[in-house]
């Protein structure tokens, strides 16, 4: 998921000229999903993936490939007036009963993704094997 934020960007103006469609955006001051909270800031979050949670290799390969063809727009949306955050973030399942996990960024999603400006996150979600990802 690519993901773009700041306390004071105006997100429908950078979805707008962007020309990308946005998965999911929000704005600050807003209600979150939790009940009681609000946003702190305002973003958009862009699907650079379609692979599940149990597929890194998959997320890897599909980002790389939205990265290349993408680059030099994401570069402009991530130094678009307001941003503060430009983050490429792949979820993904640790499975129960594993002592270690391993994820591996390429050198070339990794090159795609400093040339356009994105940091990179790998967010952790417990599931176990009866879990649906």
Sequence with gaps: ???ISG??????AMVSECGLVAHRTWRKNEARLLKGKIHIDSGA???ASGADLDDFSGQVKEATEFLRNHSELVARMAAFPGVQTAVLDFGVSLQEGYVSQFC???TQLVQLAASASLALEISQYACSESDEV
């Design 1 to 3: 998921m690519l993901r």
């Design 45 to 47: 979050n862009f699907v």
């Design 104 to 106: 591996y960024l390429p």
């Design 7 to 12: 306390e004071s960007l105006d997100v429908d």
